[in-house]
């Protein structure tokens, strides 16, 4: 039998909590019209997640379409996704994911600090069992992604101030 300490069960309902709002997100943004038949999560850096993002997703569609779980060590071997989890370690290799999802149109999220603050779009995270969501507005625009009021209402929104 294999005991949880607090602090192992504590991040375990953390992980699921992140797997469960990676695709609650889909449900409050708009992208640009796709021909493509699957909804791609691509979860790229150390897959924090295991087999649960797999067994979230197994036979569930996120908008009408059936969805796939991808995996990627590194940005280059990213293919085309709807949401891409950053969890690279370094700012730097966060910053040309961020920039990689801009210019195709993907949903960035990510748990790291300072991530929508850079430019990613969603920073998700879960503190004692409570979301902690920050959106960069501006960022998810410049995506070409439109995000429903309601998340908005519900986080900390970061939008470029007019001059």
Known sequence: MTWLTPQSYAN???TELTAVFIGRFASYVEW???EHRHFVITVLGENLFDAKLDQ???NKQIKDKPVKV?????????????I???NLQTASDRLSAIHFARQ????SISTARGFADNGGIIQLNI?????????NHTAALDSGLKIAA?????ATVLRKKQP
Request: proline share 5%.
């Open 12 to 14: 375990d309902v953390e």
């Open 32 to 34: 640009p019209a796709s």
């Open 56 to 58: 979230l997703y197994h």
């Open 70 to 82: 991808r995996y990627a060590a590194t940005l280059n071997q990213v293919a085309r996704s709807d």
């Open 84 to 86: 891409l989890f950053i």
């Open 104 to 107: 195709h149109s993907m949903l």
């Open 127 to 135: 503190v004692e069992q409570k979301a902690q969501i920050k959106i």
């Open 150 to 154: 309601p998340l908005l209402s519900i």
